[in-house]
C-alpha cells in the first residue's frame, strides 16, 4: 500500500490531535542570508532538513532549531518565530541562537568531530574533548528550556532529530513528563566496542533512553545499539520486542528506513519548467550527445567523493575509446569546513580533479567538472534527470536520499544508479548496481557497466527500484513512527 500526503495527515488529525508537534534539529530547513542588501532564503544540503520538511508541511507544529543564516534573525519576530516555507507557510520555525563559542564546542566539536566519526567508522579517529562535552550538554539544556517555553506543562509529541541531541529526552522529561518524545538517528549506529571509546559514553546511551521510541534507518543499527545498551548500562534488554527498560522507563528500538517525497520528485521530474532547466544546463555547458555522469554530496569524508574519482580515473585508463565521450559533474558545496579534515578532503578533492583532468582532458574537453557553489533543489533535479547515470558512493551511510532522489527523478524510467553496498540505501535498492567503493577496479567496471547496459534492462532495473521508494516514501516513514508512537500514552502527572 503507497502512503500518501493525505493518510499522514488523516493519522496525525486521528492520533495526535490534541498533541501540538515539536520537530527539533541543530540544521534548520530555511536559511535565510544577505547576498548584498537582498535577503534570500535557501534550503541546506540535508537528508534530514530534506525528508523531514515535507512532514512538517503536512502536519504543521513547530521546529526548534539553530538559526545560522545572516539574516535569519531579522526575518524572525522577538521571540525567534519565522512562519515557512516563506512562499507557501505551513509550519513555525523557532530559531535559537548559539554563540560561536557554543557552535565551536556542541556543534563542531562533539557532534562532528566526536559523535560522526564515530558512527561512521571510516578510519577517522574521533576526537573527545572535556570543553566540547561541556558546550554540547550545555547547548542541550538550551533546546531543552526552549522546547519547553514552546509546550508548557501540556503534552506534546517532541520528535528529535540526530545526534546533537543525545541528551535532550531525558532533560525534557525530567521537566515534563507528559512529553512523548520519538527520537531518528540519522546517521549509523557502531558496534558496542567502538562506541565504547566515547568517554561518555553512559551519559550519551542514559540520555538516549530517555526516549519512548528510538528509531534507526535499518535493522542492524537498532542491534548495535542494543547491544552497546547491554555492555554499558544496568537494564533490561527484550531483543524480541526490541525494547529497553532501565529505571522503569522503557523506550522501544526500530528501524525506520528514511525515505523522500516520491511524488512530489517524480512529477516535478516531468513538469515543463524541469525540461527548460535541462535544456539550460545543456546550453550552458555546451553538452551535446556526451555520456553524463553524476555524483551529489556534501563535501564529507564519509561519501566516498575521492574514492569515485579514482574509479573514473581507472575507467579512463582502461576504456581509452570514452576519452572525449563522457562528462562527470561532481556536485556539491563544501561542507563543516570549519574542521581540518573537512578543509584536506575538499583540497584532496580539487587536486584529485585537476590530475584527472589534465591526463584526460584536452582544449575542448575535460572529463570532470565540479560545480561547489550552492545549487537549488530544482536545478540539482534537472542535473538527476539529465544524468545517464549517477554514482553514490558513501565509505558508510546510515542511508543516503542522494539514491532515493536520483531513482524518485527518473519518471522516464532511465539512468544507472550505481550505488555502495554501504549505504542503507542498498539494502532497498538491490537493482542498483552495488559496489564496493574501495575496490578502483571495482568502481571502474561499474562506470562501464552502467554506459554499456541495454536500453531493457535499464528501463528494467529503474522501473523496480521506483516502484520500491514509492511504496516506502516520506510519508510511510512518518506515519510508520506516529502509529508506533501512537500505543504510548504520555504520564498521568
Ligand atoms: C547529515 C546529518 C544531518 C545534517 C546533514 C548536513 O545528514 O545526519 O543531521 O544536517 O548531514 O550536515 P550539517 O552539519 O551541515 O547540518
Not at 246 to 259: E, Q
Not at 286 to 313: A, F, H, N, Q, S
Not at 403 to 431: C, N, P, Q
Request: hydrophobic residues 40%.
Amino acid at each position: 500500500m503507497e502512503w500518501t500526503k493525505g493518510m499522514l495527515q488523516e493519522l496525525v488529525g486521528l492520533k495526535l490531535s490534541d498533541l501540538p508537534l515539536v520537530v527539533v534539529s541543530n540544521r534548520e530547513p530555511y536559511v535565510h542570508t544577505y547576498i548584498g542588501d537582498e535577503v534570500h532564503c535557501q534550503v541546506p544540503v540535508s537528508g534530514l532538513t530534506m525528508a523531514v520538511d515535507p512532514v512538517m508541511r503536512a502536519c504543521g507544529g513547530t521546529w526548534v532549531a539553530h538559526g545560522s543564516g545572516s539574516a535569519d534573525i531579522d526575518v524572525c519576530d522577538d521571540g525567534g518565530r519565522v512562519m515557512v516555507p516563506p512562499q507557501d507557510p505551513r509550519y513555525t520555525l523557532r530559531r535559537v541562537w548559539l554563540s560561536r563559542e557554543e557552535q565551536e564546542g556542541y556543534y563542531l566539536g562533539f557532534s562532528n568531530e566526536g559523535m560522526w566519526p564515530l558512527c561512521h567508522m571510516v578510519f577517522n579517529r574521533p576526537t573527545f574533548d572535556t570543553s566540547h562535552w561541556n558546550m554540547y550538554k550545555k547547548v542541550n539544556q538550551r533546546f531543552a528550556e526552549v522546547v519547553l517555553e514552546e509546550v508548557g506543562d501540556s503534552s506534546a509529541f517532541v520528535f528529535i532529530q540526530d545526534y546533537h541531541f543525545a541528551l535532550l529526552p531525558r532533560l525534557l522529561k525530567a521537566q515534563n513528563p507528559r512529553i512523548i518524545t520519538a527520537q531518528f538517528w540519522h546517521i549509523p549506529w557502531p558496534n558496542p566496542e567502538v562506541f565504547g571509546v566515547c568517554p561518555w559514553q553512559e551519559e550519551v546511551l542514559e540520555g538516549l533512553l530517555g526516549n519512548d521510541l528510538l528509531g534507526f534507518h535499518i535493522r542492524s543499527h537498532c542491534d548495535n545499539f542494543m547491544g552497546t545498551v547491554d555492555k554499558a548500562l544496568e537494564c533490561r534488554i527484550d531483543y524480541e520486542n526490541s525494547a529497553i527498560s532501565r529505571n522503569n522507563k522503557m523506550t522501544l528500538v526500530r528501524p525506520f528506513p528514511i525515505s523522500v517525497d516520491f511524488d512530489q520528485i517524480s512529477q516535478e521530474a516531468e513538469s515543463e519548467e524541469l525540461q527548460q532547466e535541462i535544456e539550460r544546463i545543456r546550453r550552458y555547458w555546451g553538452l551535446t550527445d556526451e555520456i553524463v555522469g553524476l555524483g551529489i554530496d556534501r563535501v564529507d569524508y564519509t561519501k566516498g567523493i575521492p574514492e569515485r574519482l579514482r574509479g573514473l580515473d581507472r575507467f579512463l585508463t582502461k576504456h581509452a575509446r570514452y576519452r572525449g565521450r563522457l562528462v562527470f559533474f561532481q556536485i556539491g558545496e563544501p561542507s563543516r569546513i570549519r574542521i581540518r579534515r573537512y578543509r584536506d578532503l575538499n583540497y584532496e578533492v580539487e587536486d584529485l580533479i585537476e590530475e584527472i583532468n589534465w591526463k584526460f582532458g584536452n582544449r575542448d574537453w575535460r572529463p570532470i567538472i565540479r560545480l561547489r557553489e550552492h545549487n537549488s533543489p530544482f536545478t540539482l533535479a534537472a542535473f538527476r534527470r539529465l544524468a545517464h547515470f549517477c554514482i553514490v558512493s558513501s565509505l558508510h551511510d546510515g542511508m543516503n536520499l542522494v539514491a532515493k532522489e536520483f531513482v524518485a527523478s527518473r519518471a522516464d524510467r532511465e539512468g544507472v544508479l550505481i550505488l555502495s553496498r554501504f549505504t542503507g540505501a542498498s539494502r532497498e535498492l538491490t537493482d542498483a548496481l552495488l559496489v564496493n567503493p574501495y575496490s578502483t577496479d571495482e568502481m571502474a567496471d561499474a562506470i562501464k557497466r552502467a554506459i554499456d547496459m541495454p536500453r531493457n534492462e535499464r528501463v528494467r532495473r529503474m522501473t523496480r527500484m521506483r516502484e520500491v521508494v514509492a511504496d516506502n516514501g516520506i510519508y510511510r516513514w512518518a506515519g510508520d513512527i506516529i502509529s508506533t508512537l501512537t500505543g504510548i500514552e504520555p504520564e498521568e502527572v
